[in-house]
């Protein structure tokens, strides 16, 4: 049994309370890495308290990484977690046991403080009756017309409900569109963003590489660009207007269409972001959107709006593969939308990256040059490769996961590290970023 103790004088909420002593069991060193935790049924006959407290304590301590596991499955306390982090093992994880806390650029915070709208929103939808037989091929029509309304007043995109299509994601939204594209080559940014590299190259489909900072003037030998303006993936870059102007003009010119990655254009802590590039020339323009960074990657939800000449093509696509979200995402995502959820998650994951994304800096400025400005939940470092692959590797032996720019570059020779800070907790950043720190120095 844990050695907890509940205060009910204590004006915090007892679930609090509950991941308060948990928490500072681990930092102690009483609960390792792996252990296993009780079920929240046995915490709460243990303590005396109801099941929905022990609840809110596992729910928090989830949110926040110090633990891992789900209902059914059990709990244990997550790798990296505590003095493990904060002294680092020289021992690799595999030998532990524990896995690794990844760093990585696509893992967004949560703020586990909406977590009750989370599930009111599921148990709206667990009442509701879904579709008899197929639904609507671009998805459900009250989260389309939430999501145009939305469209159009944050990313300047002039569009009804049914120009939007529900997706499992951009990957998703990609392979629709690839599906209704001639099977010529894509280009892609380079460095940019992989899962877009690979799925091009699964289509069949050649790739093309666009150096990421430079003016795209020639499409002649691709059927699409495939770009991320608001936030170029990895290195940061806001796509300046001329280059816009540009990219458009060439593909209009060399009869591509450009894929307009929108993936975090939510998460700027400096200004507003620039309109979307479909918001200048829909009829050139896919844009995919995406829940990944807002709310979950694992929710597999995203939207595209695509230029009117595909669509026809897009319609018939889905209609014969019924390749949709599935529904009760849909519906939930609706309600977490309707509801606010979304713009909480999103205002305070911004918050939080505003006041993360300096701490990287500190660590890392002395040793390595940032390479555009920082928006969202990573920032990109260039430095020579041998050091990043040293630092990556004194990251790995203390139980951390970053990723080497070399990982998003084909052509190009950018070398680098590039740090997420939106999946671990702040004490997992800090022992991160003081072993990359450490290790640069050296
Ligand atoms: C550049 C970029 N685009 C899109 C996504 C999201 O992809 P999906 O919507 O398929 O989860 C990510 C996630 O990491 C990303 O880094």
Known sequence: MLPLSLDRSDPRPLGLQL?????RLVLAGTLSPGDRLPSTRRLAADLGVARSVAEQGWDQLRAEGWIEGRQGSGTWVAGGAGPVAATPSRRPPTETGAPLVHLDAGTPWIDPRHAAAWRRAWREVSAATPPRGYDDPRGLPVLRELLAE??????????DPDDVVLTA????????????????????????YRAAVLTVEESGRA???LPALEPVTDLATACAAYVTPAHQHPLGRVMPAEDRLTLLATARR???????DDYDSEFRYDVAPVPALASLEPDLVAYLGTASKSVAPSLRLGWLVAPRGLRDDLDRHRRITHDAPAWPVQRAYWALLRDGYVDAVVRSARRTYAER?????????PYAELA??????????LLPHDRALRARRAAQDAGFRVNLLADYTRSSDLTGLVVGFGGPTDTQLDAALAVLARSLSE
Do not use: K
């Open 150 to 159: 939305r469209l159009g007043r944050t990313r300047g995109l002039a569009i």
């Open 357 to 365: 994304a300096p701490r990287v800096a500190a660590a890392l400025a």
């Open 207 to 209: 790739v093309v590489d």
């Open 254 to 260: 060399d009869g591509a269409v450009v894929l307009e």
């Open 372 to 381: 555009g400005p920082v928006a969202g939940m990573y920032s990109t470092w």
């Open 169 to 192: 994601g951009t990957t998703a939204g990609l392979r629709h569109v690839l599906a209704v594209l001639p099977r010529e080559p894509v280009a892609v940014e380079d460095p940019g």
């Open 19 to 23: 991941a308060d002593q948990v928490r």
